[in-house]
């Protein structure tokens, strides 16, 4: 699909107000802003609801019989089994202080993509159907009823939510709209409203381990050749195990590093990494084909999808007898393990307490979850100066950082990516005050959202990151944009060659692994995307 | 359903293009696909990448890295894009069906340089 040239797009924001009440204007479905359906055979694959081929410009969305008291019953259910979902369906005052914070908003000016109006959507259904104010007053209680046309504008509106939380840190009462979309999308999909770029992937992830339905063989296939790539760079390959019985860690990171790039140069960062710790060391960390995935499109289906995608996890490191979990750099999957693991699938008490062995720091922060993230590990080693270190190796790098949404929301992860990349390249700039950390903006990709046929408003999304690294890039030079998600990696790279050219995505990793001196390796020409080292340029 | 009309010889599409029945494959197939289709001439080399992502779904049921197939092809390190310019043409060219978690993306209208993004 034609998209809009980016100044096109850019004048074209329009934040004017409609004339009419927002009941009153039906969601106009357009193309470039949904994601296509899912057709019936993921959705048969994991037993979901009402799987058949629909389309969302249809007129007839093939509901099942009595669709209305499925979402109904559902959502009452849902109000009395999580307690902060009755409370964001009951305290919010419409203030407004969310509404310009949403990056969907800001990019396309649409005024149901405010926070405010987003929650309101389903908000109005639980006033007009589940309490009694809403039942008598209706609109002048702010409540309406649940019928087709409003159903399809709650569809349109919650997959134009990327979850990431930025309007809940300028909520007075602190409402998480991830959750209430969350919420909203587990409700869709009782009654199979669903799109097809996260059914897929989690069709797939339940069949073989990982979102892209690789194999066993293929998984390890695709390794092997980033080692025999190593091997040309480093004139060492290295040797990683799948699956091992009795290594010391098992290591888990998103499947998509291991087939697109960019994200291919960071899983070869990790490949770097653990041959350097295994050869000067002696840490065995495993890959396992089985757990071959550290994302988890279940969040974005169900809770129920998500616990099921998740056990894998534990259950491949009590198989495999390991003593914790070493994670990849990515976004939601954190916020799964994090927020969601332990009490979901655990308490993984057949695990030990997360203790580095080789700096014998012990990962407090992880003592119920067992899973450590791969840039606290690596901060870690680089602080008790267990890493051997060329920084000159990445001068061609100007970088700057994309605080990926859910590790810095979600996790309060904030200073241990700096701290690396502050050690392995010599020149780093940070994007303005109110774009980073907690207050970082959206990829505008995320959950689940980084399909193609939604170009336009994954571009509308990005405006706001893409603000902010064309100052940046303006100001400073800077050419790389770094993060620790790989969604981000996929995303921001459409992105920036949207809106920023000249801005290359990368992982901390990759910046890690360039740099790290292995050794025995030989003179080394070239960094991990085959490019010329600096300096090297004469030879 | 469109179809592929070769020498009286209906090969059917999906609605993408995609071959229905991979096993329709042929080298007329993929030519056609490529030139009529795409104004893009089939050469030894060409030929040589299709038959490559062809072996390898077999083998795996995946598809290759692309800079994998360049290098055991001993080909330029950018030979898909070289060749096909989008990556999943080269698929579709193949005779393998649709991926279901992966498309490719181009922002340049004048310079296309299509990217591979997957489901993460």
Redesign the interface.
Known sequence: MAIQKPDTMFKNIDHKPPRKDWMDVPADIKPGRYCYAAGPEPLEYVGMPNPRKWDPLDKDWKLPENWENTIITGMKERLEKYRSFKIFMDICVRCGACADKCHYFIGSGDPKNMPVLRAELLRSIYRGELTTAGQILGRFAGGRKLTEEVLKEIWYYYYQCSECRRCSIFCPYGIDQAEITIIGRELLNLIGLNIGWIAQPVANCYRTGNHLGIQPHAFKDMLEFFCDDIEEIYGIKPEPTFNKVGADILFVTPSGDVFADPGTYTCMGYLILFHYLKEEYGLDITWSTYASEGGNFGLFTSHEMMKRLNAKMYMEAKRLGVKWILGGECGHMWRVIHQYMDTMNGPADFLEMPISPITGTRFENASSTKMVHIVEFTADLIKNGKLNLNKSRNANVRATYHDSCNPARGMGFFDEPRYVLNNVIDTFHEMPQGTTKEQTFCCGGGSGLNAGENEEIRMMGGLPRANAVKFVHDKHDVNMLSCICAIDRATLTAMVDYWVPGVQVCGVHELVGNALILPGEHERETDLRGETLPGKEEE | MPYLNIKGREIELDEEGYLVNEDEWDEEVAQTMLKDLEGIEMDKETLEILRFMRSYYK?????P????VC?KLHQP?ECVHEKFLDPLLAWKAAGLPRP??????S??DEHKVY??????
Do not use: R, S, V
């Open positions: 083998k795996f049921n995946a598809f890295i692309l800079n994998a290098k390190k279901g978690t992966m498309y490719t993306e922002h340049d990217k591979l993004i997957t489901a993460q």
